[in-house]
Nanobody, 120 residues
Framework: QVQLVESGGGLVQAGASLSLSCVVS????????MGWFRQAPGKEREFVAA????????YLIDSVKGRFTISSDAVKNTIDLQMNDLKPEDTAVYYC?????????????WGQGTQVTVSS
């Protein structure tokens, strides 16, 4: 069992920055692929970013490239998402995710989510 606990959401104005953090615990989590998803009101949950624990492999969707950065800290057991130049369309509940295989294939564990609201 792997536990994921997110923090760092909030209400900001467009152009501001927020940093989300996911604390990971449990058995065997260091072998999992990690990532962030988001779900806006009335929309399906979408993939945002992925990383491996060594931090040597990262991937972000085009709409956040150049604005968001995903990072991992194997000592603190955290996966962070630094979000800069936020836009109203980034408003969503953000979820930390862990997968035994590829993060886009099947997510095995989800965090509880943290709300990010960007006002125009």
């Amino acid at each position: 069992q792997v536990q994921l606990v997110e923090s760092g959401g909030g209400l900001v104005q467009a152009g501001a920055s927020l940093s989300l953090s996911c604390v990971v615990s449990g058995r065997g989590f260091s072998s999992y692929s990690m990532g962030w998803f988001r779900q806006a009101p009335g929309k399906e949950r979408e993939f945002v970013a992925a990383i491996n624990w060594s931090g040597t492999s990262t991937y972000l969707i085009d709409s956040v490239k150049g604005r968001f950065t995903i990072s991992s800290d194997a000592v603190k057991n955290t996966i962070d998402l630094q979000m800069n130049d936020l836009k109203p369309e980034d408003t969503a509940v953000y979820y930390c995710a862990a997968a035994r295989g590829g993060i886009l294939d099947e997510v095995n564990y989800w965090g509880q989510g943290t709300q990010v609201t960007v006002s125009s």
